[in-house]
């Protein structure tokens, strides 16, 4: 692909299919080479946390007859929890670009991961988004959504999914 690309956000979750991706683009995507002109191109591996409330999926419950309080020791060992699963995953995401020898830059940002990855892109000014596709059927895309689908449609760049082969 292109050598004129300045920069590649490769989003990855922590599924196989991110990491498959995250292999295809350091493969098979060329990055613009440094020059006196203008600076050299970069992958941004991407991870986008779900906020701690949906992340659990369950709430303490709600004070009676108070504020909406949040209980800090709760949310604190959410947020250690979600931490420990993103450097988990920039670990992995790391080894993969350490085996190629290529260096890449890491990016958390905490949210829906749709909405995210496309802000993310406009923000960073990205010229490719690479993803996996988990292909999931059409009962769980119906309740879950495709977040490849969400970011093909609404990034403002060129966006390559990257299918499971087997």
Not at 9 to 32: H, Q, T
């Amino acid at each position: 692909m292109s050598g004129n690309l300045r920069c590649v956000i490769v989003a990855v979750d922590g599924s196989e299919e991110s990491m498959k991706a995250l292999r295809w683009a350091l493969d098979n995507i060329k990055l613009r080479s440094p020059s006196s002109d203008a600076e050299a191109g970069s992958f941004i591996i991407l991870h986008v946390q779900s906020p701690p409330s949906i992340a659990t999926g369950l709430n303490p419950g709600a004070i009676p007859f108070g504020a909406d309080l949040e209980v800090p020791a709760f949310a604190a060992a959410i947020e250690a929890h979600q931490r420990r699963i993103t450097e988990a995953i920039f670990d992995h995401a790391l080894k993969i670009c350490s085996d190629k020898n290529v260096k890449v830059k890491t990016e958390v940002v905490i949210g829906d991961s749709k909405e995210k990855i496309c802000e993310a892109v406009e923000n960073l000014h990205a010229d490719l988004l690479v993803m996996g596709s988990r292909a999931f059927g059409p009962i769980k895309r119906m309740f879950l959504g495709s977040v490849s689908n969400y970011c093909a449609n609404h990034a403002q760049c060129p966006v390559t999914i990257v299918k499971d082969t087997a």
